[in-house]
């Protein structure tokens, strides 16, 4: 027994989707994780340049002396507190005896000693530092030497603690994830937007494809929009009308082939068993054999018309294009059918142009069963004793042939069906026994086939005219 095999169907919106939360989901792991560092560094940076730039101005501008006593530092506390409260840090004034002679943060200094590593004073910058213990908590230090005559008068420190600048880096951060926040709902908007407008009618435009392929009928796809997804949907409504309209013509199709072979079928069957039974007495068989030669033509003619169909039916239609004599195939047509037009007492008029030969560019064979088809159809639907017309008129490269005759003529609302297969108008059913509603179809189709034209202009108890077109040879 075979197992079936589990497959997990996945649409282009539910990947898009499940792409967009792993880049999210990725994105905010990398801030979290690694963007807070990178951020504190920056600030520690910063902190760093900003501190080693403010302690140069300072001993450039006020410890330009070559010496200071206990009393001229003591005399700058006003200026370092200042100085301290601008830039958020700690200044303390270290002496070359160790003696801690000023600190901005402590006023009452009272034989204070650094007994830190003294390796730091000469250390420009050091961080996570406390002094050995004088500072609160770890801190960047500062320290600039301040420099006597022969010799280091002592050290400036300036101290700003860590807290302080894990709340800059903390107040970065929350602007960073404020901006990453807004940046996700912003590309989940226009996600959103691309959902709508993209997603949605695509998975209509699929839901009718898919109603096309298992044959459903009358599925209209309702995409109204000037676009793309627009005018597809409107191609795949037109094809599905289309396909409708097809599966009815097929449907009239069987039906009408199998009415017209059922109909001689079933006479010839029938008079061949009578006479097999002795019920038609051999001296009135003839009679009877006319009529089964009368069906057996009808339905040759049948056969052969539905060969030409299906020929017509493949994509490419073979044409043997040649430069004819158009008016010798129209001599030669009315000439084959003069017998059946004498007994209705039916002449042929032919007006053709005065250019002798008029050459065309055409497939010969083809163009005179249009021109058989067009003037055998005048013949059957036009009345005892009348004429019909048929005319050349050049223009141009073109040249327009025309059979006009003075029968029946065509009902109008009959006028736009008569190029379809198997179609009769009411008229015409009584009139041509022999005919299988093929004829008109098969001259369509080969003018359209040469890249011309077929028109029709009839009235309804005046007569009808034909007119096809072709290009003039020189």
Request: hydrophobic share 40%; proline share 1%; with cysteine.
């Amino acid at each position: 027994m075979k197992s079936k095999k589990f497959s997990f169907k996945t649409t282009l919106g539910k990947k898009l989707t499940l792409l967009y939360l792993l880049l999210i989901i990725s994105s905010f792991a990398f801030i979290q994780y690694k963007g807070y560092d990178y951020i504190y560094s920056q600030v520690e940076n910063e902190t760093k340049e900003n501190l080693i730039r403010t302690s140069s101005t300072l001993i450039s501008s006020h410890f330009s002396l070559r010496s200071y006593s206990r009393r001229n530092i003591q005399n700058l506390a006003m200026h370092l507190r200042m100085t301290s409260e601008l830039s958020n840090c700690r200044i303390i004034v270290i002496y070359d005896n160790r003696d801690i002679i000023l600190d901005t943060a402590n006023a009452n200094l009272t034989d204070t000693i650094y007994n830190g590593n003294k390796r730091f004073l000469f250390q420009t910058a050091t961080t996570n530092y406390d002094m050995g213990g004088y500072l609160a908590e770890p801190s960047l230090c500062i320290s600039m030497s301040i420099a006597g005559e022969n010799h280091t008068n002592g050290h400036i420190v300036f101290a700003q603690g860590n807290s302080v600048i894990q709340k800059r880096a903390d107040y970065y951060f929350n602007l960073l994830m404020m901006l990453f926040y807004f940046i996700v709902a912003l590309l989940g908007l226009v996600f959103a937007c691309i959902y709508i407008c993209a997603f949605l009618p695509l998975r209509r435009l699929r839901v009718g494809i898919k109603d096309f392929s298992i044959g459903k009928e009358n599925h209209h796809i309702s995409i109204h929009s000037n676009d793309e997804y627009g005018e597809l949907a409107d191609t795949l409504n037109i094809i599905g009308d289309e396909l409708s309209k097809f599966d009815e013509y097929q449907r009239k199709f069987i039906s009408n082939i199998s009415h017209d072979f059922r109909s001689p079928l079933t006479s010839i069957r029938g008079y061949v068993q009578a006479m097999v039974d002795g019920v038609i007495p051999p001296e009135s068989q003839q009679k009877y054999l006319d009529i089964i030669l009368f069906e057996t033509d009808r339905l040759t003619k049948l056969t052969s018309n539905l060969l030409d169909v299906n020929n017509f039916d493949k994509d490419n239609i073979f044409l043997d294009i040649s430069r004819f004599n158009l008016h010798d195939s129209i001599r030669k047509t009315a000439g084959a059918l003069e017998g059946v037009a004498a007994k209705k007492d039916i002449h042929f008029d032919l007006e053709l142009s005065d250019t002798e030969p008029l050459w065309v560019s055409g497939d010969k064979d083809k163009i005179q069963q249009v021109l058989h088809n067009l003037m055998d159809n005048a013949v059957k639907f036009s009345h005892e004793g009348s004429s019909i017309l048929i005319s050349t008129r050049e223009k141009g490269n073109r040249v327009f042939v025309s059979v006009k005759d003075s029968g029946i003529g065509i009902p109008k609302d009959d006028l736009g069906k008569i190029f379809e297969r198997f179609y009769k108008t009411d008229l015409s059913r009584g009139k041509d026994k022999l005919g299988t509603g093929l004829g008109l179809s098969i001259c369509k189709e080969i003018i359209t086939a040469h890249k011309q034209n077929l028109d029709v202009v009839s009235t309804e108890g005046v007569g009808s005219e034909f007119v096809f077109t072709l290009t003039k040879e020189t």
